[in-house]
């Protein structure tokens, strides 16, 4: 079949990401003897740069990883906590129903920094001058910005002008906002930088004692006394009113990023391995479980899904999706065991019928009843808008972003496999720290202001994120990374990247250009919490007589247009003969794989 690119193979090393330049620096590290950890750190820090309408320094970065010196995945959780000042009181005596999606309210402890240091000091070979300094390189020298920068900057350029005049400053130089294709520079970005790669450099000692004196600088120096600071001031966010942050200087001291066992479940000859119920990663092994007892249904024809794999695919992923909403959380005591068991999952596919369903149905594990929010409860609000269908970003003028972020893969010569998720900090996220030259994130979106859920806002937990990077083993043996951008649709996009590789067997490339799809059918993690019961947005190739079959079981079919949906990029090892492979999404044209 006709795919954009082909399928790289190869022996030495293998990147993918969302952005060309990210995915050549970590191709230059792997070129220059690092390993994989080194190279996923590079490309990491340039995505902040080049991307920077999708993730920035002030963000978060969920990690899943093999080590060939290890006998299981891990997950290293980079995702920063809410801060002690984050409570439900506060929050809901300025007269709040929900977590705002910009300004400075919705910021959780920055993560990507620590995160990033962290797997570079445990993992890594390399200094952190070596991989940090492609990024710098960027951000002093210039970048190519892209078409979706410009148009994010012009959406929020009344917003900036009107009462985020750090972010005017920064990225509407000489009042404009600047073209795409330009050369975009951002000094202050890179002498934040250096001065961290000065703090620790001056420490002296080995590398790893240089990389934590950067740490340190980062949590308990410059960096958080900025930020503490800056947070005290008043600020716009998308309630339409003026607020103060509740982050401090001593919440960023107290955090630091953590490893945990990743999530598995196994499926035939395969184990697919995901971040805990503080993402929602577990919801695309719920979906695997559920499609389980309709695997003699799902099928590809010249690439292609067919109508009853999409019809299918999509009523687990409401069912999976529901029991996000009532069971998903930091709260320590989310039911997976139960969740991901084939014995709940024949229970739960029995609501699976011919006919598309519009209601939200968490289910009941351990006879528990389901949780949820009361602004889920009084029932579904549509949005105004389906902007958010192609997977980019949707930037009102106060700054709400529906989701989107970047991604990264990386496979080395040695086995040593990487899928992360960077996100957050995004530039229409909240005013930019003038002496830092970045804002700070918005997930604490994500959390619920109700008392006693899962998710409930709580000093010192982690939202549930939608990031959800992926790894998967064949045999027990680490084979495959892969992940995509876009919010709550991530793990329904690489449900179908799955079926199309596992039920389809095409190869990475034609499985990333097999035609996607996803439902919007359950309440969004991002502020204003919306939905819409039965819609379903396919790109049209996968063709009239299936998007007509659909709409006949009753989905709300939305032609998203032909290649519109996804940012999925993958690497892979074959254990039998050492072959390492790559593909990238060409949607969107900025997507890459490099290799050799």
Known sequence: MFTTRPELVGTHGMVASTHWLASSAGMAVLEAGGNAFDAAVAAGFVLQVVEPHLNGPGGEVPIVFSSVNESAPRVLCGQGVAPAGATIDH??????????????????????????????????????????????????????????????????????????????????????????????????????????????????????????????????????????????SEFRDDSGRDHAGVLTGADMAGWEATYEDAVTADF???????????????????????????????????????????????????????????????????????????????????????????????????????????????????????????????????????????????????????????????????????????????????????????????????????????LALRDGLPALAFGTPGGDQQDQWQLGFWLAHTTGGLNLQASIDAPLWHSNAFPSSFFPRTWTPGELVVESRIGAAAMAELSDRGHTVVDAGDWTLGRMSAVARDSRDGLLRAAANPRGAQGYAVGR
């Open 91 to 232: 929050y809901t005596g300025l007269g709040l129903e929900l977590v705002p999606g910009s300004g400075l309210l919705a910021a959780t402890v920055p993560g990507a920094w620590d995160g990033w240091l962290t797997l570079l000091r445990d993992y890594g070979t390399k200094s952190l001058r070596e991989v940090l300094g492609y990024a710098i390189g960027y951000a002093r020298d210039g970048f190519p910005l892209l078409e979706r920068v410009s148009f994010t900057i012009s959406r929020v350029s009344d917003l900036f002008r009107d009462h985020w005049p750090t972010s005017a400053a920064q990225w509407m130089p000489g009042g404009h906002v600047p073209e795409a294709g330009t050369r975009f520079r951002n000094p202050k970005l890179a002498e934040t930088w250096e001065w961290l790669l000065a703090a620790g450099e001056a420490a002296g000692g080995d590398r790893d004692a240089q990389i934590e004196a950067a740490r340190r600088a980062w949590s308990q120096g410059f960096v958080a006394a900025q930020v503490d600071d800056f947070c005290r």
């Open 268 to 470: 035939g000859d395969w184990t697919v391995a995901k971040c805990g119920a503080w993402s929602q990663g577990p919801v695309l092994l719920q979906q695997l479980r559920l499609l389980e007892g309709f695997s003699d249904r799902l099928s590809y024809v010249d690439g292609k899904p067919t109508a009853e794999t999409i019809h299918l695919a999509v009523e687990c992923a409401k069912l999976a999706f529901a029991d996000r909403e009532a069971w998903y959380g930091d709260s320590g005591d989310v039911p997976l065991d139960v969740l991901l068991s084939r014995e709940y999952a024949d229970v739960r596919r029995k609501l699976v019928d011919e006919n598309a369903s519009l209601d939200l149905r968490p289910g009941s594990p351990r006879d528990l009843t389901p949780r949820l929010a009361e602004h889920i409860r009084r029932g579904p609000s549509t949005p105004t808008d389906l902007g958010g269908a192609i997977g980019e970003p949707t930037v009102e003028r106060a700054g709400t972003t529906k989701g989107d972020t970047v991604h990264v893969d990386v496979v080395d010569r040695w086995g040593n496999l990487v899928s992360a998720t960077p996100s957050g900090g995004w530039l229409q996220s909240s005013p930019v720290i003038p002496s830092l030259g970045f804002c700070l994130g918005s997930r604490a979106q994500m959390f619920w202001l109700d008392e006693g859920l899962p998710n409930s806002l709580t000093p010192g937990r982690r939202p549930r994120t939608t990031l959800t990077p992926s």
